[in-house]
């Protein structure tokens, strides 16, 4: 007789196939502590004009794997009630008062390079968030056609909550204090979570390394 609670979990398979065990330990950084405006970020974040409301799912543009990823993420029942977003940053002038309001001592502090890099807002409502997902730079990489090395941080801009938590790999994150800036090194599998009773703001920034 057919258990109506198994599944095939062709993501679970993909990892054992690529031997991601959370068995094995992913040394992580501490972190980088920013000092930050966060109340300027939340009012560019309320006024501007090209909110993105989305979710996680395949996307044309997507690589191979990160396809397989949204692919699978799907199948398990992730969809657009459960991990919707809503963000700025993609448009450039966003994008630019975003930087300005970091500050370019803050990302020096984050070896990253100002002109080139990309900061995002994101909120994610009580009782949503990213899934395990692996983060990929190609696009990244083809607007600005350098093969320097690229670093992604998230950056914590509300207080820890309630139901909030950052996982990269078997690194489980909470308590974390605003202006807490953890790097993401690519291909490393990780996701982001709010499952409490207040918005979760973060920022997303990405760029090319200074060192």
């Known amino acids: 007789m057919t258990n109506i609670f198994e599944y ?7 990892l054992d196939q690529n031997g991601v065990d ?29 909110k993105q409301n989305k979710f ?24 657009e009630h459960n991990t919707s977003e809503t963000n700025i940053g993609l448009d450039p002038n966003d994008n630019l008062e975003l930087k300005s309001a970091i500050g370019l001592s803050n990302f020096n502090l ?19 968030g990213i899934p395990l997902h692996t983060d990929s730079f190609t696009a990244f990489r083809e607007k600005y056609g ?12 509300s207080k820890w909550d309630w139901g909030h938590f950052l996982q ?19 291909g490393v599998y990780h996701l982001s979570v709010n ?9 997303t920034i990405t760029g090319f390394s200074n060192e």
């Not at 990823?69 to 992730?78: D, P």
């Not at 990269?168 to 690519?186: K, M, Q, R």
């Not at 499952?195 to 920022?203: D, N, R």
């Open 8 to 14: 095939d979990n062709y993501y679970q398979d993909f």
């Open 110 to 128: 984050m070896k990253l390079d100002m002109h080139s890099s990309l900061a995002r807002l994101l909120e994610y409502k009580p009782g949503t």
């Open 168 to 186: 990269i790999h078997d690194n489980v994150i909470t308590h974390w204090s605003v202006g807490d800036a953890y790097e993401i090194p690519e």
């Open 146 to 157: 350098s093969d320097k090395k690229i670093k992604r941080y998230f950056v914590a801009i």
């Open 56 to 79: 996680y799912k395949a996307r044309p543009f997507f690589p191979q794997e990160s396809m397989f990823q949204a692919v699978c993420l799907s199948n398990l029942g992730y969809n």
């Open 22 to 50: 959370l068995n094995k330990a992913f040394e992580l950084s501490g972190p980088t502590k920013l000092s930050l405006n966060t109340q300027k970020l939340l009012k560019i974040f309320s006024n501007s004009e090209h």
């Open 195 to 203: 499952f409490g009773i207040k918005p979760k703001h973060t920022l």
